[in-house]
């Protein structure tokens, strides 16, 4: 269901759209591909007298990944197709090879504002890199279901990881009865 209307008059002003899709390889790996794009409803003026078109992107940035099946990244690359302040933005790009061997389900939020904060990386590169553990976690759902052992034991991880899926709510109630807690009295 989308948004209900607003009651009020809007003119538009900006816009991000951010995509990300995966890629399961040949080599028995995965890629992650993401990309920011941001761009103005309207027209404006540049400070050199020239006019910047509503629509163009101002900001047009990618990072992939690739992650073996424990979700540790082994490669990562940034590119830009536009950055406001040109190659002042994009000399940063190399540095998120220092994704590589960080994982994306131990503390990866966390451990990538630490390492590209403020003037250590690209603000919009660095909130690409934010979506990417639940990407992973969609992209490898199946995996995840494939055994390894003996698991018939061990709580899904999924499990107390939103609202939906807490113990004593009736999702896991229906699909997860062996890990059902019932509410407690009040």
């Keep these: 269901m989308p948004l209900p209307l607003s009651p009020h008059k809007r003119n538009p002003l900006h816009n991000r759209a951010i995509n990300v899709h995966?890629?399961?390889?040949?080599?028995g790996l995965?890629?992650?591909?993401?990309?920011?794009?941001?761009?103005?409803?309207?027209?404006?003026?540049?400070?050199?007298?020239?006019?910047?078109?509503?629509?163009?992107?101002?900001?047009?940035?990618?990072?992939?990944?690739?992650?073996?099946?424990?979700?540790?990244?082994l490669a990562a690359q940034a590119v830009y197709d536009a950055a406001p302040y040109g190659e002042n933005c994009t000399t940063i790009a190399p540095a998120y090879q220092e994704l590589v061997g960080m994982n994306l389900l131990k503390s990866f939020r966390q451990a990538v504002k630490e390492r590209f904060a403020r003037t250590k990386g690209c603000s919009h590169i660095t909130e690409l890199a934010?979506?990417?553990?639940?990407?992973?976690l969609q992209s490898m759902?199946?995996?995840?279901?494939?055994?390894?052992?003996?698991q018939t034991d061990k709580r899904p991880f999924q499990l107390e990881g939103c609202h939906a899926l807490r113990l004593d709510g009736p999702v896991v109630e229906e699909f997860y009865p062996q890990w059902y807690v019932a509410p407690k009295s009040a």
């Design 141 to 150: 759902a199946n995996e995840r279901h494939k055994p390894e052992g003996d």
């Design 30 to 73: 995965w890629d992650l591909e993401a990309e920011l794009i941001d761009d103005k409803s309207y027209s404006f003026d540049k400070r050199d007298g020239s006019i910047f078109p509503a629509g163009k992107p101002f900001h047009h940035m990618h990072l992939r990944i690739t992650i073996d099946r424990s979700y540790t990244i």
């Design 22 to 27: 995966s890629f399961e390889r040949d080599d």
């Design 130 to 136: 934010g979506v990417l553990p639940t990407v992973a």
